[in-house]
């Protein structure tokens, strides 16, 4: 029962909070705290595209699964990355909310319907799309990562726009109207020849683009496309305070004032948005990181890594305070068997 209702008590806060803390300190193990979410209903499906990505898997060696899919800002729009490297934007249909639920059997849950037979499934046409994509868009190599404009909205087209970044390719900014390349944005290796970037984040007023490489970050003026930015080294081999190897995945907090840089080698840290200075590092990952999140309230960091099957919720709010002057600080994550 005290972990049923730490699994509720975590999912009306949505990660935790300073009660479980507190239950860490008592010597309670925390992991009923963050077990579970709690939804009023289950998840109904409305809408599939699911031929779009068959009809063009047949240039894909390990079928055409998808890499990712991202809301718009303005919820109106989904963006979604395919391993037939293809960018594709849909429009959320009117009505949306209140359209009827599929009853197709792949999509019921089980017991919903009842299972048909082989000959029966060998037999029945594929269930057509009711979500087409507006646009597509092909960078012509593997997509590293893409992200959204933070400001788009569908009422202003100069902000409907999209950063991409892909193997052997510069950062593009694309128009999410028409799926054309507006500019882009190149980054330079040690030896001045082009290097791609592994992954992107805008600063939360879109002015910045800030891309991980290796071994460094660079941050690009939204306004200035080409070759100019400042780079920031994120490690060097006599210095304690960085973090090693290709920068893989970052995100802002919500104000803007600090983002977060994680590396393949499980590398973590937090930077000042304003000066790039490395404020805080933390470690507990086992793999490389792949995903870096801040709680809307920018107090709480969560990070995913490959090869590991624990996300990790830190807990950052004195420790940011107590780190904007001298040298970062470290933190290790705690609660791992």
Request: aromatic share 10%; charged share 20%; glycine share 10%.
């Amino acid at each position: 029962m005290e972990e049923d209702d730490g699994a509720e008590r975590s999912a009306a806060t949505g990660y935790g909070g300073e009660e479980a803390q507190e239950q860490g300190q008592a010597g309670t193990s925390t992991a009923a705290w963050y077990s579970a979410y709690v939804f009023p209903h289950e998840a109904e499906p409305l809408y599939r595209a699911t031929q779009e990505y068959a009809s063009y898997g047949s240039s894909c060696p390990n079928t055409n699964f998808l890499k990712g899919v991202k809301w718009s800002p303005d919820g109106a729009c989904l963006l979604t990355a395919s391993d037939d490297n293809w960018l594709r934007l849909y429009d959320l249909p009117r009505g949306c909310h209140v359209a009827g639920r599929l009853t197709d059997p792949d999509l019921l849950p089980a017991g919903a319907a009842p299972a048909a037979s082989a000959s029966d499934s060998a037999s029945a046409a594929p269930p057509p799309d009711n979500l087409q994509p507006a646009l597509r868009m092909s960078p012509g190599e593997t997509v590293y990562d893409y992200c959204w404009f933070p400001r788009m909205t569908g009422a202003d087209p100069v902000t409907c726009c999209l950063a991409s970044t892909s193997r052997g390719q510069p950062i593009h900014l694309w128009d999410a109207c028409s799926g054309s390349i507006r500019c882009s944005y190149r980054g330079y290796n040690d030896a001045d020849e082009p290097t791609a970037a592994y992954c992107l984040a805008f600063s939360p007023d879109g002015g910045r683009l800030v891309a991980g490489y290796n071994k460094s970050l660079y941050v690009f003026d939204v306004a200035r496309p080409g070759r100019e930015y400042k780079r920031v080294v994120t490690y060097k081999r006599k210095q304690a305070e960085s973090i090693s190897g290709i920068v893989s995945c970052l995100a802002f907090s919500p104000t803007g004032d600090v983002f977060a840089a994680g590396t393949y080698t499980g590398g973590l840290g937090v930077f000042d948005a304003l000066t790039s200075e490395l404020v805080l590092l933390l470690s507990g990952n086992k793999g490389g990181l792949t995903q870096v999140m801040f709680s809307p309230d920018g107090n709480y960091l969560f990070t995913g890594a490959r090869q590991d099957d624990q996300m990790f919720c830190w807990d950052i709010r004195q420790t940011l305070r107590r780190s904007c002057c001298g040298a970062p600080r470290t933190m290790r994550g705690w609660g791992r068997p």
